[in-house]
């Protein structure tokens, strides 16, 4: 059975399922990847993780618009902000919650962590059996670098431009988060690269998945 609930019939859904969202965003990733790379990232990971756990482990429609506020002086990006997309969580889980058993969110994007923290804080007061867990590399760079380019060249290579690729601004984050609370990511990188994309491979991109992946099943399970 395919483990991604858009594909089924009602009559196909197991009984308390496993419910894995993957939770993206839809901003810029610099001049060299698409505007959806977090949301492609969890959901593959998503996708991997419920093939490995089995049957009754279904993997949700990505929530692509999120908290992306820190972005929003560049083209393409669309952001919700931290109160929309908070109420959009909770109603979705407790629309979830009716049929499923868990829920777990698999996040890609650093910037809904906030909102994340107290959603599961709420829904845990409610009774509800959520969580979340993050889908983000150890010691990675922060945006659009080597990290995240060399996972696309793995997933998706045909939307990689590696000819646009630039180093970007390869400071640690915690350095960088005051002016980019002042001024968002533009204000420290105009390229939008937080890190360098030029060293990615695709070989590096599918060591960091197997990575991701194993991690989020180890949480899970």
Same mark, same amino acid.
């Given at each position: 059975?395919?483990?991604?609930?858009?594909?089924?019939? *009602?009559?196909? @859904?197991?009984?308390?399922?496993?419910?894995?969202?993957?939770?993206?965003?839809?901003?810029?990733?610099?001049?060299?990847?698409?505007?959806?790379?977090?949301t492609r990232i969890?959901?593959?990971?998503?996708?991997?993780?419920?093939?490995?756990?089995?049957?009754?482990?279904?993997?949700?429609?990505?929530?692509?618009?999120?908290?992306?506020?820190?972005?929003?002086?560049?083209?393409?990006?669309?952001? @919700?902000?931290?109160?929309?997309? %908070?109420?959009?969580?909770?109603?979705?889980?407790?629309?979830?919650?009716? *049929?499923?058993?868990?829920?777990?969110?698999?996040?890609?994007?650093?910037?809904?962590?906030?909102?994340?923290?107290?959603?599961?804080?709420?829904?845990?007061?409610?009774?509800?059996?959520?969580?979340? @867990?993050?889908?983000?590399?150890?010691?990675?760079?922060?945006?659009?670098g080597h990290t995240?380019?060399?996972?696309?060249?793995?997933?998706?290579?045909?939307?990689?431009?590696?000819? %646009?690729?630039?180093?970007?601004?390869?400071?640690?984050?915690?350095?960088?988060?005051?002016?980019?609370?002042?001024?968002?990511?533009?204000?420290?990188?105009?390229?939008?690269?937080?890190?360098?994309?030029?060293?990615?491979?695709?070989?590096e991109g599918a060591?960091?998945?197997?990575?991701?992946?194993?991690?989020?099943?180890?949480?899970?399970?």
């Open positions: 059975m395919t483990a991604e609930l858009s594909h089924l019939a *009602w009559t196909a @859904i197991p009984d308390r399922p496993l419910v894995l969202v993957p939770l993206g965003s839809f901003e810029q990733h610099g001049p060299h990847l698409p505007l959806d790379t977090d969890a959901d593959a990971v998503a996708n991997a993780v419920a093939r490995r756990l089995g049957e009754k482990t279904l993997v949700a429609p990505p929530v692509v618009y999120a908290a992306s506020g820190e972005h929003q002086g560049f083209p393409g990006t669309m952001s @919700i902000g931290n109160e929309a997309l %908070r109420f959009m969580l909770v109603e979705l889980v407790r629309s979830l919650a009716l *049929w499923a058993g868990r829920v777990v969110f698999v996040n890609g994007h650093g910037g809904n962590v906030r909102c994340l923290s107290g959603v599961a804080a709420q829904l845990a007061q409610e009774g509800r059996d959520v969580a979340w @867990i993050p889908c983000f590399p150890a010691g990675g760079d922060a945006h659009a995240e380019t060399s996972l696309m060249l793995h997933l998706a290579p045909r939307l990689v431009h590696l000819s %646009r690729a630039e180093r970007g601004n390869t400071a640690p984050l915690a350095e960088l988060m005051p002016a980019m609370l002042a001024g968002g990511v533009g204000a420290v990188a105009p390229s939008g690269v937080l890190g360098d994309p030029t060293t990615a491979t695709a070989d060591r960091l998945f197997d990575e991701l992946v194993a991690g989020v099943e180890r949480a899970l399970r």
